[in-house]
């Protein structure tokens, strides 16, 4: 069985100005409209880990990415932020 966890992040579009013009420029990528990635450089967090409750619900071990092992707890704790994008990730996958 795969461990699947989710992560509630910041999408990346053209509401970050400058800073999505030159990454679109440089990545070449001209089709992109929006990026939606698990890499905190480019889409932050929405929220960064602080009660009890929140670290409760974090996976073991992979508080560096705030990846929580509850989609119910996720989506109640994270209601009333209207821009976010939720992903399910797959950690400490099976190789085989």
């Known amino acids: 069985m795969q461990d699947i966890g ?5 999408k990346f579009d053209s509401s970050y100005g400058d ?3 030159i990454f679109v ?3 070449k990528l001209y089709q992109l409209r929006e ?4 890499d905190c ?3 932050p967090q929405v929220f960064k880990p602080e009660s009890d409750d929140d670290f409760e619900n974090l996976v073991p071990n992979e508080m560096q990415y705030s990846i929580y092992k509850n989609l119910e707890w996720l989506i109640l704790r994270t209601g009333h932020i209207a821009e976010k994008q939720i992903l399910a990730v797959l950690y400490k ?4």
């Open 93 to 96: 996958p099976n190789m085989e």
């Open 35 to 38: 990026l939606v990635s698990i």
């Open 19 to 21: 800073t999505w013009t």
């Open 6 to 10: 989710f992560m509630a992040v910041e």
């Open 25 to 27: 420029e440089w990545s």
């Open 41 to 43: 450089v480019l889409c």
